[in-house]
């Protein structure tokens, strides 16, 4: 089991979340669509050879995104990845993959 903390854009998020729970992800016990979220403000400078979403490259850019967690079956990892690269607007979005201790849903 995976905890996958992704950053979005406010455009894109319902969509990029949409995708990851259709790919597998965010399912607890009897519960799916599990998710948790908070707004905050990610920063890039695209290099030269960059071709962002949003900005120019050789400009730091600021941006207001939020942070997405869920959690990922070992079983859909790879489907959950691909979805997140497809759905997401970013040319490289910014994720972290922490292995965590599978629960015992009691439900």
């Known amino acids: 089991m995976y905890k996958l903390i992704v950053f979005i854009p406010e455009n894109a998020k319902e969509r990029v979340k949409d ?3 259709e790919a597998g992800a965010a399912r ?3 519960y799916s669509r599990c998710s948790w979220e908070c707004l905050g403000v990610g920063q890039f400078l695209p ?3 960059a071709n962002p979403h949003i900005g120019q490259p050789g ?3 600021q ?3 939020w942070r997405v967690e869920l959690l990922v079956p070992d ?3 790879d489907a959950v990845i691909d979805a997140l690269y497809a759905s997401h607007p970013y ?3 910014a994720f972290d ?3 965590v201790v599978e629960p015992v849903p009691r439900t």
């Open 97 to 99: 993959l922490i292995r």
């Open 75 to 77: 079983t859909v990892l």
């Open 19 to 21: 995708a990851l729970f």
């Open 59 to 61: 400009v730091v850019e």
């Open 47 to 49: 290099q030269p050879t």
């Open 63 to 65: 941006v207001q995104e």
């Open 28 to 30: 607890l016990g009897a």
């Open 91 to 93: 040319e490289e979005p």
